[in-house]
């Protein structure tokens, strides 16, 4: 069980608790209940597929920003062999809320980068929350530049709240730093795959979300704004977020019907941070097949289809 | 032509209640008290002068037309897909009423205006962000125009224009206004490759997502004297540091003194500087 329990799924919390209670009691007493906790463990079952096979767009947020929900380096690990981080954007610092580096993928070298979100206080106050500073976006284009001259994919996974809004931010250009993101992602020789691995936050998703393959993990949610901010510029109430979330249409299956991503990667019941390592399978199945596909395309042939992909948006 | 794009424009001005007394026959108040240095501005010396105080150089927020105006030769601006009204991808609340009050207040039928005219006699592609309509935001159509722009530049090779004024990506558009920042960025990248000029004005307010793609991706980036130009609004980044910033965080000049622009260009040099940028970029040296 995780540490933090959702408030949608406490109902599960006290059935398992109930059933917990019945063993132990079955076990002091010697008594036989095994009929009594067999129909409260199929009921359990029941009641989990009916909450996290109706979940809604604000519940999946949730679980997109789950803190226990694995994040880029716990992804490193289960998905690839020889990860060596590689640091720095060469002008100004090392920022800890985006990484990156070389690993290999079923045996092909790789470039990989992500933003990382801590899993508790401590580990969050380190990564900024996993909101990058405009040199983790250039530590970012400086990885996937060297990508395209050794000829290696690129895996990017995406997991933020948004771009750091600081003064030093600002100064250092933040805007600027994501601009030249987009521009040169979009003209990278060399194959992208991009995964939404929780929160697609704004223009700082948008900034690792260039690529070949848009892809989203099942409880993830992509959007333009959150839907706190959202809720609060339209009815001035952060409260109403849940119906915020609603209308912005974030979820991985309405932007999949929206035409506007690639495909969705189912994660096991109750959310991938009950199960990080058959979620990183599912992962894994899916950069095997797109990579198999995108390395048979020629880089000119690649460009031009990254280019169109963006051209047919809105493009009437 | 031009003149009738002028006149839909009747919003551009906020009167305050009592320091500006309104002519009897017309709609249009005759004067205007400067926001910045509070003097009393008779409002047809204002427009003579492009709009800026006389006294303290305020610059005031120009509506796209007006924009066009003062930039392009007389007669010579063409609108290009003039006809691409704004789409509602998914159905938000309170959006088409949204719209339809912007497109009555401004005249316009989403926040770009775009198309081709000549200054100083040079043939330019042209796109001037309305700020008036939906706060500048970029969504699908402002996006699509972009793109049609940029790639009639490709194809014409002639060099680009963008003025900004835009609070950011349009919310109500989820993220197919998120990926317009995508798509603009990498038609800019496609006319970078092609070697064609492109020149990216920041006015006031430059923010957001506009910000963070096409607007800062210009071979030379212009803005105009005390523009608001940042990526996250002013108070988000308050809240944030939970402290008091610089007066002049988040202006032209912060971002002058940051090196994040080439150069501050008042506005009544904005013709003559970018003649000269056309000009400098007409042959190969
Ligand atoms: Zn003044």
New interface residues.
């Given amino acids: 069980m995780p540490n933090v329990i959702l408030d949608f799924e406490k109902p599960l919390l006290e059935l398992e608790n109930r059933i917990a209670e019945l063993k132990q009691y079955a076990g002091d007493k010697g008594i036989d209940l095994a009929a009594e906790i067999n129909i409260l463990e199929n009921r359990l079952r029941e009641l989990k597929k009916e909450i996290y096979e109706n979940l809604t767009p604000w519940q999946r947020t949730q679980l997109a920003r789950h803190p226990e929900r694995p994040n880029a380096l716990d992804y490193f690990n289960l998905l690839f062999t020889d990860f060596l981080p590689l640091c720095g954007d060469r002008c100004y610092g090392d920022d800890p809320a985006l990484v990156g580096g070389i690993a290999r993928f079923e045996g092909v070298p790789v470039t990989v980068i992500g933003h990382v979100k801590g899993h508790n206080t401590k580990e969050n106050l380190a990564r900024n929350f996993g909101m990058p500073n405009p040199e983790g976006f250039r530590k970012a284009l400086r990885l996937v530049q060297q990508a395209e001259k050794f000829q290696r994919p690129v895996i990017s996974l995406v997991d933020t709240p948004g771009?750091?809004?600081?003064?030093g931010?600002?100064?250092?250009?933040?805007?600027?730093a994501?601009?030249?993101n987009?521009?040169?992602f979009?003209?990278l020789k060399t194959p992208i795959i991009v995964i939404i691995t929780g929160e697609g936050g704004?223009?700082g998703a948008?900034?690792l979300?260039?690529g070949d393959v848009l892809l989203m993990l099942e409880n993830s949610i992509?959007?333009?704004?959150s839907p706190e901010g959202?809720a609060t510029?339209?009815w001035k109430d952060s409260q109403r977020a849940p119906e915020a979330a609603s209308?912005?249409?974030?979820t991985a299956s309405e932007?999949l019907s929206?035409g506007?991503i690639d495909g969705v990667i189912p994660e096991p019941l109750g959310g991938a941070h009950r199960d990080p390592k058959g979620t990183a399978d599912n992962i894994r199945a899916e950069i095997r097949q797109r990579l198999q596909e995108l390395r048979q395309i020629d880089a000119e042939q690649l460009v031009a289809a990254?280019?169109s992909r963006?051209?047919r948006?809105?493009?009437? | 032509m031009l003149k009738d794009l002028f006149r839909k424009q009747k919003r551009y001005i906020t009167v305050q209640p009592g320091t500006a007394p309104e002519h009897e026959e017309e709609k249009e108040p005759l004067w205007i008290k400067c926001p910045d240095c509070g003097e009393i501005l008779y409002v047809r010396e204002l427009e003579k002068g492009l709009k800026v105080c006389s006294k303290c150089r305020y610059h005031f927020r120009l509506s796209a037309p007006e924009r066009i105006a003062a930039t392009v030769d007389d007669n010579t601006f063409q609108e290009l897909d003039g006809d691409l009204k704004a789409v509602d991808p998914l159905s938000f609340p309170a959006y088409r009423s949204k719209l339809s009050s912007a497109e009555q207040e401004t005249g316009m039928r989403d926040a770009i205006l775009t198309g081709q005219g000549a200054i100083e006699g040079r043939p330019v592609l042209i796109g001037v962000l309305e700020p008036n309509f939906i706060m500048g935001s970029m969504g699908c159509i402002v996006g699509e125009k972009i793109t049609r722009l940029v790639e009639r530049a490709i194809k014409s090779k002639l060099p680009v224009i963008l003025f900004s004024a835009s609070g950011g990506a349009r919310m109500q558009e989820g993220v197919f206004s998120l990926m317009q920042m995508a798509k603009t960025s990498a038609a800019i990248a496609r006319l970078h490759e092609a070697g064609i000029l492109y020149v990216s004005v920041l006015t006031d307010p430059t923010t957001g997502g506009v910000l963070a793609s096409f607007a800062t991706l210009g071979d030379i980036i212009l803005a105009e004297p005390g523009a608001l130009i940042g990526f996250a609004g002013r108070r988000v980044t308050e809240q944030t540091l939970k402290e008091k910033l610089p007066p002049d965080f988040q202006t032209a000049e912060f971002c002058f003194n940051h090196g994040l622009i080439d150069l501050i260009v008042p506005r009544n040099e904005m013709r003559q500087i970018l003649a000269q940028i056309l000009s400098l970029h007409s042959e190969r040296g």
């Fill in positions: 771009a750091y809004s600081g003064a931010a600002e100064e250092r250009g933040q805007a600027w994501i601009a030249n987009l521009f040169a979009s003209r704004s223009g948008l900034a979300g260039v992509f959007s333009v704004i959202c510029i339209l209308a912005l249409k974030l932007l929206l506007l990254r280019w963006l051209r948006i809105c493009g009437f």
